[in-house]
Each structure stands twice: as structure tokens, then as C-alpha cells.
């Protein structure tokens, strides 16, 4: 949430010439978002989640390319982008699993989930796996309690885990490096 | 009361294999649009006072009476805004989602007969980012919607346009309370607003804004349909009309059952969920960590909006009902749901920030047995500075927060206090805090 502060310095990276918001990012927001709109401000969320779809993280280049696209200030879009926990200011493995973690998963043994993924790819929430190939995170409920326990693969809702399956479901998954969108899951 | 068989689950059988989405062809086919069609006939007044007569009370946790919402817009200020509420991120809610996982148009109906009511320019759908599925259904639904004039056209008799888009949110639990949903909505962080001005009167980008929940709007399209005097027919006096609940924890068959309000939280366990799983009932959660816990002697609890008065909890919130046996570790779900509450607090009070985060060290110390005499008195003080709204606080969190907590120390002392004396005997009280 917004009052935890994030290290800046572990966010630092070289700034590149090529532009994080391409031409066919800016066009889409442009023609799909900015109609639905009485203001651009309000195409920032949108904005965001194409440039997460894109690029898996969000690049501190690409926040002041995104002020000066949206005509804000770059501290304005720093201080929306940072509140939500989606969007994630470090690169992560191919595989973001967000396992939830809240109530109704707990009660029906979250736990085991977690430590089957400790046993066989060695990581604890927080961790990616040294191939890059996996990022386990705990997120709060993901509104799917009645298949508890549950967790997110990048954009594909895993219900009623047994975590023997799922771990092996994983590794059976391709390890090409960078970030991958829901199509490869499928 | 006599429940008329599913109302807003009438296109979603029990048997999960017979379940398919709806889309536009086959609703239409099972009646649907039929309501807007009646609605757009109808003057938008009457279309008002008709809600305000079913008695339809919000379905997303406050209870608040939706007619009655409506009537808060000022008269001639426009453009209006509609905000439909699909965040649901209370843990045990998942009934929008199951909803609109195979019925996105009983949705999309209900936004425009409220639009056409309220003379609406634009309504947007506030839906949590981890749905990616559901957006993309509601995504096509709505390009269904648009190509066979349900949105884009002009509001009969007027000349305001009817628009529907979806805005994703990207995992925050407060952006589903309803400022902080539109400050999310203005691409802002989610911090909730301080009230007022009302969102009635200044929501939206500035601009008169009806917040309204998914189900609630689901609704109308059967209220329009059959009257209000047919919706009063189920529920009770204060209670009006279905209601989808969800059930989840320790229960052999979890899952989305749609009964009348007032039913009896035994019943729904036992005819609908399958009875408890792995042991006898003990605490029950009904509807949303905030809401609080229902002791082991209100099991048979009716699962209404009175339920707040009559059982000591903070009311029926969203009906996400979480089932405890007695094998369970009440200390440690109290720890998660403060954990929740913690790491969701949007900072902006200190009651609530510090609040939760305190009694979230608390807790841990407790369950790791370093729980000291003092702690369940000093539990019981942090719940009476964070909540009582209206008060310390800008928005609701932290009250629920403060109930989840109460609740069980009030009704499960025993849990806590044994924990606290033990290490007192043993003569570690004072060990180090997390
Ligand atoms: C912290 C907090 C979180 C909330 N989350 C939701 C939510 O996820 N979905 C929802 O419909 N209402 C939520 N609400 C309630 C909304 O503020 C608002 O009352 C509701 O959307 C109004 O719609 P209704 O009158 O149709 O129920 C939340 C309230 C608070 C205080
Ligand atoms: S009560 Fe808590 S969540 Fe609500 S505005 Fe205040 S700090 Fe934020
Ligand atoms: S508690 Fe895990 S999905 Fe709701």
C-alpha cells in the first residue's frame, strides 16, 4: 500500500533510448481510452496496465514518459503508479504465482501450497527461482474463496490446488526467458 | 415470506457441468432485455419510485437503500456519472465475480435501466485487476451491448448519450470503498475522500455519481419485470428480496447460493453448503472480514440486515459467509484478518494505520507465545480508538477492523486469555515483541 515505502535505489536503471511507451501503446490509449474520458489523467490506470502487459514491470523511464503522455507532472503519476500493488516497480520471473493468503485459503491450507513451492523450486513469497523462471508472491483474497486455496499464474486463476500438481503443473511450463503474458500459460 | 425460486442465478444451474455464459443471442432468448424494453417506456420517475418501493437495499456491504440513493442527485446538474462497484475484494466475497462469470449481461441490463432512470451519460464498471476473466467477458458483452443499441444512443426523450466502459483496478481493497473508488477511477491513488461533498453531489470527475454494487444493479431487470410488490414477497419487512451468498472455509460443498434474505445461516450451511467440513460448526464470519464473528451459539443466526442489532456483529455485509470448525485456531484467522486489514490500510488516518498495524504485532506475539497479560485489554482499547465511525476515521476500514477485533475477544475470550496465562505461569511474560 501507499504508506510502505518502497527503496528507491533498488528501483535505479540506466535510462535507453528506445521509448517504453511505443507507438502502438500511445495509439491505443489514444483511440480506446482517452474517449471514455473527460480528462487524460484518468487514462492512467489503463495506461499502466498495457505498459504491465508489455514489459511485465514498470520501468522509472517510463513513468515520465507516461507524465509527459498523460501531461502530468512525473511526481503525479509516481504517487497513483507506487499505491497499487499490480503494478510492480521490479522486473520478476517469466511466472508471477501470486498465492493468496487471506482467510478462507488459510482455513483450507494455503500453507501447503507455499511450502511445496519452498521444497521443490526452492523460494519463499518474495523470491524468483535463479532460472528467472518464477516469482512467488502472497497477495490477499483474490475473490475466488469457494476454490481455496487459490492462486493467480500471471493472469489465469488456479482454484482448489493440490499442491503436488501444481508444482509439477509449473515446471512442466516453458522457461524461455522475460515476461510472458497469459497466452503462453494456456 | 416466500422465496420465488432463483432470481438473479436463474440462468446458472446448480450442476456445474450444465453451466455455459450467457451471451447476448442467449439471453435474449431467456427473456432478457425484455425489462429495459418495459423500462424505456416507462418515465424515468417512475422508474425511481418503483425501486424506492421494492425496498431494494445495496448489496455491497452498507445496506444502504438504492432508491433512496438515487433520489440524492441534485436536479439539474449534468453530466451524471454511474459507478458500478465489481472491486470485491472483502475476503469470503466472490459473488459478483460467479455472477458475471456466466450472466455479464443481467449486469449490463440493470446499468441501463439505473442510467435510463438517472439520466446517465457514462457509467463505468470498477473491476478489480486480478479479474482479468471477468473483464474480458464483461469487455465482450459490452460490445454486444453497443452493437445492438443497448448503450451509445440517446436516453428516449432526451439528449444524453448512454455510455458503459469497464476501468480495471490494479489490486488495492480500498479503491472498493466508494471515494476511493473514484479517485482510482480518476487515475489517482485510491485514497478515500472525506465526506462531504457526497458523491451524489460531487462524485466523479466533480460531477453528480451514483456508486452502486453489481448485484444491486442485477436486480432491476426482476424488479422491473415482476414490481416491487412481487420483490417484497421474499425477504423480510427490512429486508427485501434475494440475495446471492457465498460460502467458503470449512464447508464440504463452498460455493454461490441464492436464497431470500432472512434465512438462517444453519440452513444455508447445511442445505446449501454441504454442512461443515471437517468437524462441528464453532464461529462463523457472515459477510466479509469486517462484519465481525458469530459466536457458537448463533449458528442459527437469520442472515438479514438486522443481523448487526440482533447478534452483535457489524450487519450482513456482503453475505460472504466463512465457516470455522472447532479444530480451528481462532487467534491465528483474527491475526490474518488483521494482517488484512494492515496491509490494506491506505495510510491516511493514524487511528487506522497505526491501529491495525499494532494489533496485527500484537496478535503475532501472541500466537508465537509471547503473548503478555496485559495484551487482550490492550487489543480491546486499540479497537475502541481506531473505530466507531463516524469519528476518528475517514472511511469505513478501520471501523471494520475494529469489529473484526471486538467480536472475538468479546465472544471467544477464552481462546486469548489461555494463551496469555500460560506463558504467564511459565514466567516469560515481557519476552520480546515482533
Ligand atoms: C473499506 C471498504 C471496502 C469496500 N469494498 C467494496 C467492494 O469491494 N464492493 C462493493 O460493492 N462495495 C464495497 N464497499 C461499499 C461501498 O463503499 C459502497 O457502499 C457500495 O459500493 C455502494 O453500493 P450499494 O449501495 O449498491 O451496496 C466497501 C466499503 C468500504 C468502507
Ligand atoms: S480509515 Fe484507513 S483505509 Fe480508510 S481512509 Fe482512513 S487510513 Fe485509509
Ligand atoms: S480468501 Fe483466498 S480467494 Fe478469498
Redesign the pocket.
Known amino acids: 500500500m501507499a504508506w510502505i515505502v518502497e527503496d528507491r535505489l533498488k528501483a535505479y536503471q540506466p535510462a535507453r533510448n528506445e521509448p517504453y511507451l511505443t507507438a502502438k501503446i500511445k495509439d491505443e490509449v489514444s483511440r480506446k481510452y482517452f474517449p471514455r474520458y473527460p480528462n487524460k489523467r484518468a487514462a492512467l490506470l489503463p495506461l499502466f496496465h498495457l505498459i504491465m502487459h508489455e514489459y511485465g514491470y514498470i520501468a522509472p523511464q517510463a513513468i515520465d514518459e507516461a507524465a509527459t503522455f498523460l501531461e502530468l507532472t512525473p511526481s503525479q503519476v509516481q504517487d497513483a503508479v507506487t499505491f497499487y500493488e499490480e503494478f510492480r516497480l521490479e522486473k520478476t520471473g517469466r511466472y508471477v504465482v501470486n498465492v493468496c493468503r487471506s482467510i478462507s485459503c488459510e482455513l483450507c491450507g494455503h500453507q501447503r501450497v507455499l511450502e511445496k513451492m519452498r521444497e521443490i523450486f526452492g523460494i519463499e513469497p518474495g523470491e524468483t527461482t535463479a532460472d528467472d523462471k518464477i516469482t512467488l508472491l502472497e497477495v490477499e483474497c483474490l475473490g475466488a474463496c469457494e476454490q481455496a486455496p487459490c492462486a493467480l499464474v500471471n493472469e489465469d486463476l488456479h482454484g482448489r490446488i493440490k499442491p503436488a500438481e501444481f508444482c509439477s503443473q509449473l515446471q512442466q511450463l516453458p522457461a524461455a526467458p522475460g515476461h510472458s503474458t497469459t497466452d503462453d500459460v494456456r | 415470506m416466500a422465496y420465488a425460486g432463483p432470481v438473479l442465478l436463474k440462468r446458472i444451474p446448480d450442476d456445474p457441468a450444465q453451466r455455459k455464459l450467457y451471451r447476448y443471442a442467449d439471453y435474449i432468448a431467456t427473456g432478457g432485455y425484455a425489462s429495459l424494453k418495459k423500462v424505456l417506456a416507462m418515465l424515468p420517475e417512475d422508474v425511481i419510485k418503483l425501486v424506492v418501493d421494492s425496498g431494494l437495499r445495496g448489496r455491497g456491504g452498507a445496506g444502504f437503500p438504492c432508491g433512496t440513493k438515487w433520489t440524492f442527485l441534485p436536479k439539474d446538474l449534468f453530466p451524471r456519472y454511474l459507478a458500478v462497484n465489481f472491486d470485491e475484494s472483502e475476503p469470503g466475497t466472490f459473488k459478483d465475480r460467479y455472477l458475471i462469470d456466466h450472466d455479464p449481461h443481467i449486469l449490463l441490463e440493470g446499468i441501463a435501466i439505473a442510467a435510463f432512470a438517472n439520466k446517465i451519460s457514462t457509467s463505468y464498471i470498477y473491476i478489480r485487476g486480478e479479474y482479468h476473466h471477468e473483464a474480458k467477458l464483461l469487455e465482450a458483452a459490452l460490445a454486444e451491448a453497443y452493437e445492438h443499441g443497448i448503450f451509445g444512443q440517446k436516453h428516449p426523450g432526451t439528449d444524453i448519450v448512454s455510455h458503459c466502459y469497464v476501468h480495471r483496478g490494479a489490486g488495492a481493497y ?1 479503491c472498493g ?1 466508494e471515494t ?1 473508488l473514484l479517485e482510482s477511477l480518476e487515475g489517482k491513488r485510491g ?2 475522500r472525506i465526506k462531504p461533498p457526497f458523491p451524489a453531489v460531487a462524485g466523479a470527475f466533480a460531477k453528480p455519481t451514483i456508486i452502486n454494487n453489481v448485484e444491486t444493479l442485477a436486480c432491476l431487470p426482476a424488479i422491473v419485470e415482476h414490481g416491487a410488490a412481487w420483490f417484497k414477497t421474499m425477504g423480510t419487512p427490512s429486508s427485501s428480496g434475494p440475495k446471492l451468498f457465498g460460502v467458503s472455509g470449512h464447508v464440504n460443498k463452498p460455493g454461490v447460493f441464492e436464497e431470500e434474505l432472512g434465512i438462517k445461516m444453519s440452513t444455508l450451511i447445511e442445505k446449501y453448503a454441504g454442512g461443515v467440513k471437517g468437524g462441528k460448526y464453532r464461529a462463523a464470519i457472515p459477510g466479509g472480514v469486517s462484519m465481525g464473528v458469530l459466536g457458537t451459539d448463533q449458528y442459527n443466526a437469520e442472515l438479514d440486515f438486522d443481523i448487526g442489532r440482533k447478534y452483535n456483529v457489524l450487519g450482513l455485509g456482503t453475505a460472504g459467509v466463512i465457516v470455522m470448525n472447532d479444530k480451528t485456531d481462532l487467534v491465528v484467522m483474527l491475526r490474518n484478518i488483521v494482517r488484512f486489514f494492515a496491509h ?6 493514524t487511528p ?2 497505526e491501529g491495525t498495524a499494532w494489533m496485527h504485532k500484537i496478535l503475532n506475539r501472541i500466537v508465537d507465545g509471547f503473548g503478555q497479560p496485559q495484551d487482550f485489554d490492550m487489543l480491546a482499547e486499540l479497537c475502541l480508538t481506531m473505530g466507531a465511525m463516524p469519528g476518528t ?6 471501523d471494520g477492523a475494529n469489529w473484526a477485533v471486538k467480536t472475538f475477544l468479546q465472544k471467544f475470550p477464552e481462546d486469548f486469555k489461555s494463551r496469555l496465562k500460560s506463558r504467564q505461569v511459565q514466567g516469560v511474560a515481557g519476552a520480546g515483541v515482533a
Open positions: 480500498i470503498e476511493g485514497w478515500p490494506e490500510s491506505c495510510g491516511q488516518c487506522c494505520r476515521t475517514i472511511c469505513g476500514l478501520a
